[in-house]
């Protein structure tokens, strides 16, 4: 395996939980955010993981993402909407808009998480015509409760063997590419 970087911001473990998992299955260094190195050159692979506020990561990880540059990213993040929701999605191109120079994104993973008892309390409190209090919210503040459980893990086990082939790939093929252009001089 590559020498990867596992990266993340967690307040309900939620995404601890899955940064957990991809960096045991790479053999990764893992870091909280708020500890993690300045220089990412040692590293092959950076993942950066982080739950999402207001449609985009949360604010460490927000002020962290333009200090990666030159990397092999993966994004991945934890969030109480459906996995591969318009919200979901759109956030993953919301942080790769903040990644300094010269970074390249290899994959994204997402997996659902439960919410903050803190923020459900809220959130009934709120007028109950916004959408974020409606009653396909609180389903999917039910849906999401139980999450991320061993499917969630298991399959952050299997992207990161999919990134891993990925890459395989992607070496083979710069590889032809240079022995072509090297046939080409010769």
């Not at 990880?61 to 994004?75: E, F, G, H, Q, S």
Request: hydrophobic share 40%.
């Amino acid at each position: 395996m590559r020498k990867w970087a596992v990266i993340y911001s967690s307040t309900t473990g939620n995404t601890k939980a899955i940064a957990e998992e991809i960096a045991g299955t790479a053999g990764a260094d893992l870091f909280r955010v708020q500890d993690a190195p300045a220089d990412l050159s040692a590293y092959e692979v950076v993942a950066l993981g982080y739950w999402l506020r207001r449609g985009g990561p949360d604010d460490l990880m927000k002020a962290y993402l333009p200090k990666v540059r030159n990397a092999c990213v993966i994004l991945f993040q934890t969030h109480g909407a459906d996995v591969g929701s318009e919200h979901a999605v759109t956030s993953f191109a919301r942080a790769a808009y903040l990644l300094g120079a010269n970074c390249e994104i290899l994959g994204t993973f997402s997996a659902q998480g439960k919410l903050a008892p803190a923020l459900i309390a809220r959130r009934k409190k709120s007028d109950p015509d916004d959408t974020h209090n409606s009653p396909e919210a609180q389903e999917r503040w039910v849906r999401a409760a139980d999450h991320p459980n061993e499917e969630d893990r298991a399959a952050a086990r299997e992207f990161v063997h999919k990134m891993e082939h990925k890459l395989d790939l992607l070496e083979k093929f710069r590889r032809a590419q240079e022995a072509k252009a090297h046939a080409k001089l010769s």
